[in-house]
């Protein structure tokens, strides 16, 4: 029988932190899940690591892959799992042992095609050793209406990434976000649970710090393609991004 969920994980010289990555997946409450995990061409032995936890749990799969980027890991996993459910999990990140129970209720609680076709959480921050930071909060932007509600926690049926045809390979950094709104202009929505399932861990070589200006100039791109011009985005002083029309007087 196939799992109910599938784990989508793609990892890139994430060696130090995918032990913590997995293992919070192997405390889950519910325990009908597959790991998908593709290493996009790591140098650093995390294939190997992820490779000895697939031996020992037989939901725990593996793929090594050529250098390609988190979207094609991304599209890869995807081609790899057979659950109705999907979600994703990066490899240097960690997730609360109730995310998959707490978000699988929601997309149950409704009708399949009435009620919301993904949902996401709160996340907390923690360091590089795994110390919490921080909560974060949703942004201006969810709070006056205008919010985006994906990444990394978000938890959808399988038919939404086939009807939007999975993640923009060509993106570096913001795949998420560009096929977060992708989603919603194909007609599916998102709810988001006020409950802190998803930690992000902070560190110098996590994609989006190493290439900040990047991923900035990546979401202010994806918002003037799909929302048009009246969106500013900066930085909070902790190292959370704030969306807000107002900053540029765009259109409320």
Same mark, same amino acid.
């Given at each position: 029988?196939?799992?109910?969920?599938?784990?989508?994980?793609?990892?890139?010289?994430?060696?130090?932190?995918?032990?913590?990555?997995?293992?919070?997946?192997?405390?889950?409450?519910?325990?009908?899940?597959?790991?998908?995990?593709?290493?996009?061409?790591?140098?650093?032995?995390?294939?190997?690591?992820?490779?000895?936890?697939?031996?020992?749990?037989?939901?725990?799969?593996?793929?090594?892959?050529?250098?390609?980027?988190?979207?094609?890991?991304?599209?890869?996993?995807?081609?790899?799992?057979?659950?109705?459910?999907?979600?994703?999990?990066?490899?240097?990140? %960690? +997730?609360?042992?109730?995310?998959?129970?707490?978000?699988?209720?929601?997309?149950?609680? $409704?009708? !399949? #095609?009435?009620?919301?076709?993904?949902?996401?959480?709160?996340?907390?921050?923690?360091?590089?050793?795994?110390?919490?930071?921080?909560?974060?909060?949703?942004?201006?932007?969810?709070?006056?209406?205008?919010?985006?509600?994906?990444?990394?926690?978000?938890?959808?049926?399988?038919?939404?990434?086939?009807?939007?045809?999975?993640?923009?390979?060509?993106?570096?950094?913001?795949?998420?976000?560009?096929?977060?709104?992708? %989603? +919603?202009?194909?007609?599916?929505?998102?709810?988001?649970?006020?409950?802190?399932?998803? $930690?992000? !861990? #902070?560190?110098?070589?996590?994609?989006?710090?190493?290439?900040?200006?990047?991923?900035?100039?990546?979401?202010?791109?994806?918002?003037?393609?799909?929302?048009?011009?009246?969106?500013?985005?900066?930085?909070?002083?902790?190292?959370?991004?704030?969306?807000?029309?107002?900053?540029?007087?765009?259109?409320?």
């Amino acid at each position: 029988m196939n799992p109910l969920v599938s784990i989508l994980m793609p990892a890139y010289n994430a060696g130090k932190f995918i032990s913590d990555a997995i293992e919070s997946c192997q405390v889950q409450t519910s325990r009908d899940w597959e790991l998908l995990i593709v290493d996009d061409g790591s140098v650093d032995g995390t294939a190997a690591v992820a490779e000895g936890y697939a031996a020992a749990d037989d939901r725990v799969r593996v793929q090594r892959a050529e250098h390609r980027g988190v979207g094609a890991a991304l599209n890869t996993a995807f081609a790899m799992s057979k659950g109705e459910i999907v979600c994703r999990l990066d490899a240097d990140d %960690a +997730q609360d042992p109730w995310r998959l129970k707490c978000q699988m209720s929601i997309l149950h609680r $409704y009708p !399949r #095609k009435r009620g919301p076709q993904m949902t996401s959480c709160m996340t907390q921050s923690m360091d590089a050793n795994g110390t919490v930071l921080d909560v974060c909060g949703l942004s201006q932007e969810r709070k006056t209406g205008h919010a985006v509600v994906g990444g990394a926690p978000l938890m959808f049926w399988r038919e939404v990434n086939e009807s939007i045809g999975g993640w923009d390979e060509s993106l570096v950094v913001g795949e998420d976000t560009d096929w977060t709104f992708r %989603a +919603q202009l194909a007609g599916f929505w998102a709810s988001c649970t006020p409950l802190r399932l998803y $930690y992000v !861990r #902070k560190h110098p070589d996590k994609l989006t710090i190493r290439h900040r200006a990047q991923y900035l100039q990546t979401l202010k791109d994806l918002h003037a393609k799909y929302l048009g011009d009246g969106i500013g985005i900066t930085n909070d002083g902790n190292g959370r991004i704030i969306y807000a029309r107002e900053m540029v007087g765009g259109p409320q």
